[in-house]
C-alpha cells in the first residue's frame, strides 16, 4: 500500500494555510469502552496512529474528552516528536462523568484550562485547530467564542473550530473569530447538516463530517449503496467515504477504527472514484 494512501488526487487547504489530504482520522475510538478510560490494548492504538501517518494520514482530530485526557496522550507517545506536516485537531467544552456521559461547558475559564491541558497532553506550542465540542446553551454562546478569540490572539491557537452547530450559530462566530472548520454530524443516512455544509463552502470553511461511515439501512443487500460497492470491488464504508469526498470540496472525512485493517481499508477509499452517476444516485437515496 502507498505511502501517500490517505491523500488521493486532491488535498484541502485548511484555515487558508494548512494543506492536508482529503481524510484525516478520527482517535476517538482508541479509548475503552464509551470513549471512557484506557483502551484494552494500548500498544495497539499507538500502531494505529502510527500506521495512519505511514500511509500519508497528515490530519488527526480528537478531544479533551475522549478518555478523558486518554486519546491526546495516546497521540503524544505514538508521535511526537512529529512530522512537520501533521495537524492535529483538538476540541474542548465537553466534560466527562463516566462510559457515556457527557455534559457541556462552554464557560470561558474551563475553556481555557481545557486548552492550555490539551497543550500539554498533546506537547505543542500552539494547536493547528481547536474546536468548541459543542454549543453550551447554559451561557451565551459568543462568550464561549471570545474566549477561543482571545486563545488565538495569544498564539495558544492557529485556527478556530466548531462542532455540532446550526449555520446560524457558525454565523454568530464567525462575527467574533474567522472560523475555519464546522465538525457536524453527517453522513449518507444523516444529512440534518447539509444547510451548514452550504454555508462552509460558501464561506470557504472546510466541513468535517463526525461518523462518516453511517449508512444505516442503507447498506441492505441488493441495493444502491452495495452495487456500487460491487461494481467498484470495495466495501460499503469505502463507497460511503469515497461520495462524501465528492459531494463537496469542503468535505474533510475522519473516520475512526481502532483496527489497523480497517484504518487501511478506510485510507484507500481516497482513491475510489465514483462516476457522476453513481454520486447522483446515491444522493438521491432517502435514508
Not at 8 to 26: C, K, N, P, S
Not at 37 to 64: K, M, S, W, Y
Not at 226 to 244: D, E, F, K, M, Y
Request: charged share 25%.
Amino acid at each position: 500500500m502507498r505511502k501517500d494512501q490517505a491523500r488521493g488526487a486532491e488535498e484541502l487547504v485548511l484555515g487558508g494555510d494548512l494543506r492536508v489530504g482529503r481524510l484525516g482520522f478520527g482517535a476517538m475510538r482508541l479509548c475503552g469502552p464509551g470513549v471512557w478510560g484506557e483502551p484494552d490494548d494500548p500498544e495497539n492504538a499507538r500502531r494505529v496512529l502510527r500506521r495512519a501517518v505511514e500511509l500519508g494520514v497528515d490530519f488527526i482530530d480528537t478531544a479533551d474528552a475522549y478518555g478523558p485526557e486518554v486519546s491526546e496522550r495516546q497521540i503524544s507517545s505514538a508521535l511526537h516528536p512529529y512530522p512537520v506536516n501533521l495537524v492535529i485537531a483538538t476540541k474542548g467544552g465537553y466534560t466527562r462523568q463516566g462510559p457515556g456521559r457527557w455534559r457541556t461547558n462552554g464557560r470561558p475559564k474551563h475553556l481555557r484550562e481545557a486548552c492550555e491541558g490539551s497543550l500539554r497532553r498533546l506537547k505543542l506550542d500552539k494547536i493547528d485547530l481547536y474546536q468548541l465540542h459543542r454549543p453550551d446553551r447554559r451561557i451565551p454562546f459568543e462568550r464561549s467564542m471570545e474566549t477561543l478569540a482571545r486563545l488565538r490572539e495569544e498564539g495558544k491557537v492557529r485556527h478556530v473550530g466548531l462542532s455540532n452547530v446550526t449555520a446560524e450559530e457558525l454565523e454568530r462566530a464567525a462575527r467574533v473569530v474567522p472560523i475555519a472548520s464546522v465538525q457536524n454530524r453527517y453522513n449518507l443516512n444523516d444529512r440534518r447538516s447539509e444547510g451548514v455544509l452550504r454555508a462552509c463552502e460558501r464561506a470557504g470553511i472546510t466541513f468535517i463530517p463526525w461518523l462518516p461511515l453511517g449508512t444505516g439501512r442503507l447498506a441492505r443487500p441488493g441495493g444502491v449503496l452495495a452495487g456500487a460497492a460491487s461494481r467498484h470491488g470495495a466495501t460499503v464504508p469505502q463507497v460511503a467515504l469515497a461520495w462524501l469526498l465528492a459531494k463537496s470540496p469542503a468535505m474533510l472525512p475522519i473516520p475512526g477504527t481502532s483496527s489497523v485493517e480497517h484504518l487501511e481499508q478506510n485510507l484507500a477509499a481516497a482513491k475510489l472514484r465514483l462516476t457522476d452517476e453513481e454520486v447522483v444516485s446515491l444522493t438521491s437515496l432517502k435514508p
